[in-house]
């Protein structure tokens, strides 16, 4: 249920963005905000100022993916459709012309602007995910508190942590096994690489490339799609596999918004 109606609207008017945050309660009278009510309850203040922002963290990181999501499947039918100008043609002057993947449609974005984009995407889903992480690191919600309200907003966190995280390597495991097929079949490409500004062995690249696309290696959450060379197929297995990713951590979410909403109930 879209994490649970974004989690009763982030607690109501607890996380009104038109105002700052609460403080940490420092004195009798000084106690963060619950909704509208004063709390001095320790798994209330945790919800408010740790668990709150980290759940819209981890909703706009699902938004950025959801925005994403369908460049992967054009990427695929992109690199599918893709033609390669054939070897050994020479120019006018007699110079050799190199190899180079074009796109089907000129006016279309080449697959390399694809992966571009995705990689950006994919940066800004990390930096969302930080503020989960900076969230469990904080002492008002450790793993040594007796509390079990908060060890139960702690292990939602948890899990909402290892969703994102484990979403974005599988989304890099693929950007990252695509350059590598693309160095190894067609090695004018390599200086456009995001390996060569680091000084990358590109010789090490393709073979590790080689190692990587024959280990079968599947990350948890989703997998790799399976790609078979033909556009449509593979924009669809693509799209696919996204769509299945979305599911997965939506599901992980809903369980954590119910969890949460339980605990906030006793703030009021």
Same mark, same amino acid.
């Given at each position: ?6 989690? !009763? =609207?982030? +607690?109501? $008017?607890?996380?009104?963005? #038109? &105002?700052?945050?609460?403080?940490? *309660?420092?004195? /009798? ?26 759940? !819209? =963290?981890? +909703?706009? $990181?699902?938004?950025?993916? #959801? &925005?994403?999501?369908?460049?992967? *499947?054009?990427? /695929? ?26 796109? !089907?449609?000129?006016?279309? $974005? ?10 950006? *995407?994919?940066?800004?889903m990390q930096q969302e995910v ?20 908060v060890q139960a907003e702690r ?13 974005? *390597? ?99």
């Amino acid at each position: 249920m879209i994490a649970l109606f974004a989690l !009763a =609207a982030m +607690l109501v $008017a607890g996380t009104d963005q #038109t &105002q700052s945050p609460a403080p940490a *309660a420092t004195a /009798a009278g000084d106690l963060p905000e619950i909704g509208r009510v004063k709390s001095r309850v320790l798994s209330c203040v945790a919800l408010q100022e740790l668990v709150v922002p980290s759940f !819209a =963290a981890a +909703l706009r $990181a699902d938004k950025q993916f #959801t &925005q994403a999501a369908p460049q992967f *499947a054009s990427y /695929a039918e992109a690199k599918d459709s893709a033609t390669t100008l054939p070897t050994n043609v020479k120019k006018a002057n007699g110079a050799p012309m190199k190899t180079k993947l074009i796109a !089907a449609d000129p006016d279309s $974005a080449t697959p390399e602007m694809y992966l571009a984009r995705l990689d950006k *995407a994919l940066a800004t889903m990390q930096q969302e995910v930080l503020t989960i992480s900076k969230a469990l690191g904080d002492p008002r919600i450790a793993a040594d508190i007796t509390d079990p309200a908060v060890q139960a907003e702690r292990a939602q966190l948890q899990v909402l942590y290892a969703a994102q995280v484990t979403r974005i *390597a599988t989304l890099q495991e693929f950007l990252e096994r695509q350059r590598m097929n693309r160095a190894i079949t067609d090695k004018t490409l390599t200086d456009q690489s995001v390996f060569s500004s680091a000084g990358v062995n590109m010789d090490d690249l393709q073979a590790a490339g080689a190692d990587a696309l024959a280990s079968g290696h599947d990350p948890l959450l989703g997998g790799q799609p399976m790609i078979n060379g033909l556009a449509l197929n593979d924009k669809q297995s693509v799209a696919d596999w996204t769509t299945g990713m979305a599911r997965g951590v939506h599901n992980y979410e809903n369980v954590a918004a119910k969890t949460f909403l339980d605990i906030g109930k006793n703030c009021k």
